[in-house]
């Protein structure tokens, strides 16, 4: 069955600590992924995807993701996170020949001054 | 204005009772979702539209019905609301073709409903 699946239902960190929320999938094709964020009271915004090639990608805010293929995850980090991050964190699974995206649960970033 | 435009964004009803969720897009594109979003579920899926007058069930379809008549609205329909609807709702749209806007959602705001 196809899947996503975030294992860390809530984090915290201080500012300026690192971060690295997880994400493994089950999927039969190769696999698209993203991730998405989502601040109170907002719609969701795209982070970054991978769809091929380098496996290591950048998104907007500074974060970054990597791909990796024997694990199936698609962990994301940020090196120092600011207290502006805090929201929830939505990884996500398509493919070339879907039209519908896999949802995680998404993890719930807290951050402490 | 550009973008995706949910309306009304928050709404309050009672069991029974017929609702109607718009979703209204000026990116003119081919695909439009509707999900739920609901504590430990994360989003799942109620319907999507390929077209106009072309929808199709997600993973949570029962209770809900959808219409496209036109490229630029996506409708959900309640056909009488549940307590078990209270929920969050998102429209989402995706263009077609390849290249870097290919497969990306882009979500509305969302409309919180309440069934009491």
């Known amino acids: 069955a196809q899947s996503v699946t975030q294992p860390d239902i809530h984090i915290t960190v201080s500012e300026g600590a690192s971060l690295e929320l997880r994400c493994n999938y089950s999927?039969?094709?190769?696999?698209?992924l993203f991730w998405y964020v989502q601040s109170p009271g907002q719609g969701l915004q795209l982070l970054l995807k991978?769809?091929?090639?380098?496996?290591l990608v950048q998104g907007i805010k500074g974060f970054e993701a990597e791909f990796k293929r024997s694990q199936s995850s698609f962990n994301l980090r940020k090196p120092s996170v600011h207290w502006s991050d805090a929201a929830e964190y939505f990884c996500?699974?398509?493919?070339?020949?879907?039209?519908?995206?896999?949802f995680g649960t998404g993890t719930r970033l807290q951050v402490f001054p | 204005d550009a973008g995706i435009t949910q309306s009304p964004r928050h709404k309050v009803t009672e069991t029974g009772t017929p609702v109607t969720l718009r979703c209204h897009q000026t990116?003119?594109?081919?695909?439009m979702y509707w999900y739920r979003q609901d504590p430990g579920h994360g989003l799942r899926l109620i319907h999507y539209?390929?077209?106009?007058?072309?929808?199709d069930k997600g993973e949570v379809s029962d209770g809900y019905s959808v219409s496209r008549s036109k490229t630029e609205d996506f409708l959900l329909t309640l056909e009488s609301a549940t307590s078990s609807q209270t929920s969050v709702y998102f429209c989402?749209?995706?263009?077609?073709?390849?290249?870097?806007?290919?497969?990306?959602?882009?979500f509305g705001a969302g409309s919180r409903l309440t069934v009491l």
């Open positions: 996500a699974v398509g493919a070339a020949n879907t039209d519908k995206l896999i």
């Open positions: 999927y039969g094709a190769t696999p698209y």
């Open positions: 991978y769809f091929s090639g380098d496996t």
């Open positions: 990116e003119n594109h081919r695909y």
């Open positions: 539209s390929y077209g106009v007058k072309d929808t």
């Open positions: 989402a749209t995706q263009g077609l073709g390849m290249g870097d806007g290919a497969n990306v959602l882009t």
